[in-house]
């Protein structure tokens, strides 16, 4: 069982919004603006979407945003495209060098 | 461009060791702290422990089921991360990626900016 909580799936049409959730507790998700999603496409290398609960990296488009309210982070993709399916995971520092996940998201797109 | 690349990944029996290799190249290794994190079949991720870079003291740490059996170093010399496993167990089985991670590079955060693609380890009898 992973430590933060995620839906097994989501789904959604090209062109719609989807938003996927990660609830943690007040040790992590809420005691800390360290949230991270990940992106993972099978064969290829996981890639850093959102970090420090919205911020994107060089490269990733402002389809992708992220938010926080209490112990809980969301991934929000807006106009979906067909690339965009893939299994999702967030993250969040948990104090004293330490780092806990979620169990992963399947995005659909339909 | 950063390419982190994991071998060392094998079938191995229960009780037995492994050591886990990732050549790091595309950024200066020497600033970057390493992390190794895994996913068990079916399961969602699981930090396993980093080091920091030498700067920063190289300090260590792991998580709690992997303490005293799984070893983490690093070469600067040769841009290696590694990850030493000892008595392990089935339910050490798991894709392991090593990741860089925190201050020093990519977005300087507490967070898992490059990724390897990931080496299996399987532990059965």
């Known amino acids: 069982q992973s430590a933060l909580t995620q839906p097994p799936s989501a789904s959604g049409s090209p062109g719609q919004s989807v938003t996927i959730s990660c609830t943690g507790t007040s040790s992590d998700v809420d005691d800390y603006n360290y949230v991270a999603w990940y992106q993972f496409h099978p064969g290829k290398a996981p890639k850093l979407m959102i970090y420090e609960v919205s911020k994107r990296p060089s490269g990733v488009p402002d389809r992708f945003s992220g938010s926080k309210s209490g112990n809980t982070a969301s991934l929000t993709v807006s106009g979906l495209r067909a690339e965009d399916e893939a299994e999702y995971y967030c993250s969040s520092y948990a104090g004293s060098n330490n780092w806990v996940f979620g169990g992963g998201t399947k995005l659909t797109v339909l | 461009e950063v390419q982190l690349v994991e071998s060392g990944g094998g079938l191995v029996k229960p009780g037995g060791s492994l050591r886990l290799s990732c050549a790091a190249s595309?950024?200066?290794?020497?600033?970057?702290?390493m992390s190794w994190v895994r996913q068990a079949p079916g399961k969602g991720l699981e930090w396993v422990g980093h080091?920091?870079?030498?700067?920063?003291?190289?300090?260590?740490d792991y998580t709690a089921p992997v303490k005293g059996r799984f070893t983490i170093s690093r070469d600067d010399s040769e841009n290696t991360l590694y990850l030493q496993m000892k008595s392990l167990r089935t339910e050490d089985t798991a894709v392991y990626y090593c990741?860089?991670?925190?201050?020093?590079?990519?977005?300087?955060?507490?967070?898992?900016?490059?990724w390897g693609q990931g080496t299996l380890v399987s532990v059965s009898s």
């Open positions: 080091i920091k870079r030498k700067i920063d003291g190289e300090t260590i």
């Open positions: 990741a860089t991670v925190g201050p020093g590079y990519g977005s300087g955060s507490y967070c898992f900016d490059y």
């Open positions: 595309g950024f200066t290794f020497t600033n970057a702290w």
